[in-house]
């Protein structure tokens, strides 16, 4: 659009802003008729005083894009360090040869601070994060040939499982 | 249930699965006459198909649930309990880890006899047979064995 059609644009918002502060939107009225007024009350259609949704359109700014998830941006770079392993469902799953610690490290890393919940069943916890891109959680899994932990993160979609020792 | 145990159970002659490092992907469940599981080898995409046939008895099996994996902390403190027992009896380390499983003393099946206590007496033989895939543990409640067949696919990787 020409930065005079801006202008024009610019010009006939506020003018409709100003209207519709002044006069009410459902029905307007070119004046409000009292006893003492010369005037009398003009009843005017909202189709005759309001735009149709295109051309409202026009008027509005465009909303700026919307910002990233860090949760998101966090969690592309710990799939860029691991490998992707088979897909379950819609579940895509990957292996990361960290262990315990880089899991919690992780845990901690995506999305920065949030609200941790833990849940406690036995000997197992699993603990969930609210991000700005959803829930991220963390548990954990045991190798039946070492005992060791398998710690798991899982973030939409995904599924992290730390293999490493 | 504190003597609930797991023991490993060998339905394949030549099993590809490890938990972890062949995870095994679970296809899809059909339950209409007979009630089938469909398992895959991600890495030769072989299809195993899990059959518990209808035969005498009504149903094939008696009940089934299907968790995500991350919801049963339980089950993950059996593995535990079985490797701890392992190490005590002196069994040599697993080569793999299991993706059949056997329950004995079931807290699934004693739940079932809560509810539904002639269970006991109708199917009497009843087993509880876990499945633990690459996102899901499946179980089954059945007194009988499945019948196995594997499918062969070319491998598109």
């Known amino acids: ?40 009350r003009i009843i005017l259609s909202d189709k005759e005083t309001m735009n149709t949704l295109d051309e409202y359109s026009l008027l509005v700014s465009p909303l700026s894009d919307p910002i990233p998830s860090l949760a998101k941006v966090d969690w592309g770079i710990l799939l860029n360090r691991s490998s992707f392993s088979n897909k379950s469902g819609g579940t895509m799953i990957y292996h990361n040869n960290g262990n315990a610690s880089t899991a919690r490290a992780e845990f ?55 293999i490493g020792n | 249930m504190k003597n609930e145990r797991l023991v490993i159970w060998n339905p394949l002659v030549n099993n590809p699965f490890s938990r972890f490092d062949n995870e ?37 099996i008696i009940t089934f649930r299907i968790f995500e994996e991350m919801a ?31 329950v004995e003393n079931s807290c699934f099946l004693r739940w079932y006899d809560s509810i539904f206590g002639a269970r006991e007496v109708l199917q009497p033989n009843a087993e509880h047979h876990l499945f633990i895939t690459s996102n899901f543990f499946i179980e089954v409640l059945s007194e009988q064995q499945p019948n196995i067949t594997l499918e062969i696919k070319e491998n598109k990787k």
């Open chain 1, 108 to 162: 901690s890393r995506i999305g920065g601070p949030g609200e941790i919940t833990s849940y406690v069943n036995g000997n197992k916890i699993t603990h969930v994060k609210q991000t700005d891109g959803g829930y991220l959680t963390l548990y954990t899994s045991t190798s039946s040939t070492l005992g060791a932990q398998r710690p798991t993160l899982t973030f939409g979609n995904d599924k992290v499982r730390f």
């Open chain 2, 72 to 102: 049963r902390p339980d089950i993950e403190d059996l593995i535990s309990k079985m490797v701890v027992e392992n190490i005590n009896e002196g069994r040599d380390k697993l080569e793999y880890e299991p993706t059949f499983y056997k």
């Open chain 1, 1 to 40: 659009m020409s930065s005079k059609g801006k202008f024009k644009c610019v010009l006939l918002m506020g003018l409709i802003i100003l209207i519709s502060l002044i006069i009410p939107t459902n029905l307007t009225f070119a004046l409000e008729g009292n006893e003492s007024s010369k005037l009398g």
């Open chain 2, 24 to 60: 095994m992907i679970f296809v899809k469940m059909v339950y209409e006459t007979n009630f089938v599981l469909i398992f895959k080898d991600y890495r030769s995409a072989n299809e195993y198909t899990f059959t518990y046939e209808k035969k005498e008895k009504p149903y094939p």
